[in-house]
């Protein structure tokens, strides 16, 4: 089954090092340690795509020869809003990025059998719905918990979300789009589909397993 979905609400972060990163992330010999530097350092690329349109202002600077016009963020405040557990393995790298954003927490898991999102943690800053919200998460499978993250967001009054995977599959992105209007995806790869326990192919296996050596 083809799925379609809106282009032009996902970026797809294709720099050739995040190719070589990622051609090295999938690989079933790459131990936890590296994984995990791996996911980081991804996360690094893709904060800077999400955050590209930050608005700016200018600002006067001293440089040890003038007086120079510079430009800053313009006030913009950022939440990074990982879904647990696998999603903690982006936060540190966009902190790096804007270490004046809050962090909140969505707790999630996959049924194993319907394959649906169950929530069990929602812990977000006071001021959510004046932020924008980067919303991190390897894998981008079935769309049910990404798609639930932002449902949670949007109740609590996020107008801007950005959501930051991976790896993705056309199945999931459609999901996600289909289910918000607004919001938009950035994601290092499109994969190919799911296997029947809904597994992305190729994929990278389980980032939770992978990034905390649980496996």
């Given amino acids: ?4 979905y809106d282009k032009s609400r996902v970026t797809v972060v294709d720099h050739p090092l995040v190719q070589h990163k990622l051609s090295i992330l999938r690989d079933v010999s790459t131990g936890t340690k590296q994984f ?15 955050t590209r349109d930050l608005p700016l202002e200018d600002v006067e600077v001293q440089t040890p020869l003038e007086v120079a016009t510079c430009k800053q963020i313009a006030g913009k405040k950022l939440a990074i809003v990982p ?9 540190d790298a966009l902190l790096e990025l ?3 954003a809050r962090v909140g927490h969505l707790g999630m898991y996959r049924d194993p059998e319907t394959h649906k999102p169950v929530d069990y943690l929602c812990k977000l800053p006071a001021d959510v719905s004046e932020r924008t919200c980067l919303v991190v998460d390897p894998m981008l499978a079935t769309g049910g918990s990404l798609a639930d993250a932002v449902a949670t967001l949007r109740s609590r009054g996020v107008s801007d979300i950005r959501c930051l995977v ?7 992105i459609s999901a ?4 918000d209007p607004d919001v938009h995806i950035y994601t290092c790869a499109v994969d190919r589909q799911l296997n029947e326990h809904a597994y992305i192919l190729p994929g990278l ?3 939770g397993d992978r990034i905390f050596g649980t496996k």
Avoid at 83 to 91: E, F, H, K, N, S
């Fill in 98 to 100: 804007v270490p004046s």
């Fill in 1 to 4: 089954m083809a799925y379609e």
């Fill in 205 to 207: 296996g389980d980032a």
């Fill in 166 to 172: 991976l790896v993705a599959v056309p199945e999931g």
């Fill in 83 to 91: 879904i647990l557990r696998a999603g903690l393995g982006m936060v």
């Fill in 36 to 50: 995990r530097e791996l996911v980081r350092e991804l996360a690094l690329f893709e904060g800077y795509e999400a």
């Fill in 176 to 179: 996600v789009l289909e289910a």
